[in-house]
């Protein structure tokens, strides 16, 4: 089964930022060893993010995040785990899960959910 995982750091938290930093190749380097990592980034930076929204059939565009929250996704990875549990187990080492949270999502193919 396939999960993403979504992971939230406060941008006004520098501690949470420096845990963020120094601390997510390794989780990069366990998911991959493991064989569980299917893909991951880091988002740039919000101040780069374009929103798009359609209001009366034209585009709107908005700059910067989304969210007007401190909290921020910062990255994501893509695991193929063996059920939920798994990716709990694995979320659960990511160390934003010390400042923030780690979010995860199932995902579906085309011709609906793996479970």
Same mark, same amino acid.
């Given at each position: 089964?396939?999960?993403?995982? %979504?992971? *939230? ?46 209001? %009366? ?19 994501? *990875? ?15 080492? *990511? ?21």
């Amino acid at each position: 089964m396939k999960f993403l995982l %979504n992971v *939230y750091v406060d941008a006004a938290d520098s501690q949470a930022a420096r845990a963020h930093s120094t601390q997510a190749a390794d989780f990069a380097d366990t998911v991959r060893r493991s064989g569980e990592l299917v893909d991951g980034h880091v988002f740039a930076d919000p101040s780069t993010y374009t929103v798009v929204r359609v209001r %009366n059939g034209e585009p709107l565009l908005t700059e910067g995040p989304y969210l007007e929250t401190g909290a921020r996704a910062s990255s994501y *990875y893509v695991l193929d785990c063996e059920d939920l549990a798994r990716a709990v187990e694995l979320a659960a080492r *990511y160390p934003a899960t010390q400042f923030d949270a780690v979010e995860i999502r199932p995902l579906m193919t085309p011709a609906g959910w793996e479970m």
